[in-house]
């Protein structure tokens, strides 16, 4: 898999990490989570 | 990619490099370099808590270079000390105060210290551990870890209050430069006159610049770049086998090489980074978005730990941001680690690391915030795709680096 590919997978996974919820709380599946910027960064 | 031509390094083949993901790793092979050691050990240290212990019960960083020092080896440091604008970081820092000369005394009475300020309200930043300089042997280690407990962690973050950081182990040319780089500080270091400004047997003799390059012994392609502000230090020495560069005009050659290397993207830039602050380089990354690069940036995921005084300020970082955080080819990421108790736990992103387009990284000890261009900073940049696609896929939960 080269450099670009993972980062796919690094969104897919951050996305998927963050927004997976079981019983209200954050499912664990791995360490990247995806950050909203528009709340995190501008706001 | 290219690398840039405004600093003190040339370009060197023929090295060997190594990324070390996260501080458990890269301590542990500090230190059994430490213990290998034949002639010397030279290190320069920004932050150090007397709570730190090195790993698999070594003891503090005093016990380990003191047991070099013990077997006839030569054991250096070079330790910030903070002014008054920085002085709320002298809890952080070994600075020299009285205590600290008493711990000297008492556990590394053999190794020799001085101390280096920075220009007033800066930092120096600088985080190296370079070990038998000038013999074939000769390796170092860049990166960004600090010696406290946050830092002692592997990938993956299993528990709270965890520091995310990446280093690199490096041996062949580019290792004169590192060791350089460190004779100049150490020998215009700013308390060497001063009564507290220096400990141990060899503090107050100088150190000669190295005069013959490090031989080859890989296939990576490296240039140690810095962050020296002007006035700081004066000695032009050149490094071997490279033109005279006047030091005493600063040096700047971390920022030129951000620059270039975004400018350069074709397809992908990776950031990890504390905060991304600093206007140049956030309008690269907007032009970079702009004609289609993928940017992707890891910071750390609690925001608030980067909204202090290092973050800039006014319309324009608000509207650099608003562009990237719209722009489809921009993510914004966070890690975060399992606790004991199950429970997500936010991760500290202190990795100062960019990779562009599967071939091409820098790695060291400089932040993108608005201090970070001014102060004392060194990075390695490199060119290898077997080294540089290590962080990504750590990150991505594919595979890591070395763990």
């Known amino acids: 898999m080269d450099g670009r590919a993972a980062l796919g997978e690094l969104r897919a996974a951050g996305v998927r990490n963050t927004e997976r919820q079981e019983g209200g709380r954050p499912a664990w599946e791995g360490i990247i989570l995806a950050l909203d910027p528009l709340r995190w960064w501008v706001s | 990619m290219p690398f840039v031509g405004t600093g003190a390094y040339p370009v060197r083949v023929g090295n060997a490099v190594r990324p070390l993901l996260d501080g458990a790793a ?17 290190v320069t240290v920004t932050f150090l808590w007397a709570g730190f212990r090195m790993p698999e019960g070594r003891g503090s960083v005093f016990t380990v270079l003191e047991r070099a020092s013990q077997r006839g080896v030569e054991v250096r440091l070079l330790c910030w000390r903070p ?5 709320e970081l002298r809890a952080n820092a070994f600075w020299g105060s009285a205590g600290h000369f008493d711990q000297l005394r008492r556990e590394a009475p053999g190794i020799s210290v001085r101390w280096d300020r920075a220009q007033p309200g800066f930092c120096q930043h600088q985080k190296v551990w370079l070990v038998d300089a000038g013999l074939d042997t ?16 592997a990938p993956g973050h299993a528990g709270a209050g965890q520091n995310h950081d990446v280093a690199l182990a490096i041996r062949g040319p580019v290792v004169t430069d590192i060791q350089h780089n460190f004779v100049q500080r150490w020998n215009e270091a ?16 100088e150190l000669a610049f190295p005069g013959v390059i490090a031989a080859a012994c890989g296939t990576t392609v490296a240039q140690v770049q810095r962050t020296i502000h002007a006035g700081r230090y004066t000695a032009s020495v050149p490094a071997p086998g490279h033109g005279a560069f006047e030091v005493a005009r600063g040096e700047y050659s971390i920022r030129d090489q951000y620059l270039e290397a975004i400018g350069a993207a074709r397809e992908y830039v990776y950031l990890e980074q504390q905060a991304v602050s600093v206007r140049p380089i956030l309008e690269a990354l907007v032009a970079a978005v702009e004609r289609g690069v993928v940017v992707v940036l890891v910071v750390p995921s609690v ?46 992103v202190h990795a100062k690391l960019m990779i562009v387009d599967d071939g091409w990284a820098t790695v060291g000890s400089c932040n993108l ?12 940049a490199l060119a290898d795709p077997a080294v540089v696609r290590a962080p990504v896929r750590a990150a991505a939960g594919i595979s890591g680096g070395t763990r």
């Open chain 2, 26 to 42: 890269a301590f542990r092979a500090i230190c059994e370099a430490i213990d290998g050691a034949q002639a010397r050990v030279w």
């Open chain 2, 369 to 380: 915030h608005r201090y970070s261009l001014e102060e004392q900073r060194l990075n390695v």
């Open chain 2, 138 to 153: 000769a390796c170092a280690f860049v990166g960004s870890m600090n010696l406290n407990p946050h830092s002692m962690v």
């Open chain 2, 303 to 348: 925001a608030d730990r980067i909204h202090g005084a290092a973050e800039g300020r006014g319309a324009w970082l608000r509207e650099a941001r608003r562009v990237l955080a719209l722009s489809p080819g921009f993510f914004l990421g966070g890690l975060a680690g399992c606790g004991v108790d199950g429970a997500r736990h936010p991760v500290h």
């Open chain 2, 83 to 87: 002014d008054e604008a920085t002085a």
């Open chain 2, 190 to 205: 700013s308390e060497r006159h001063e009564a507290d400004g220096r400990f141990g047997p060899g503090a107050e003799g």
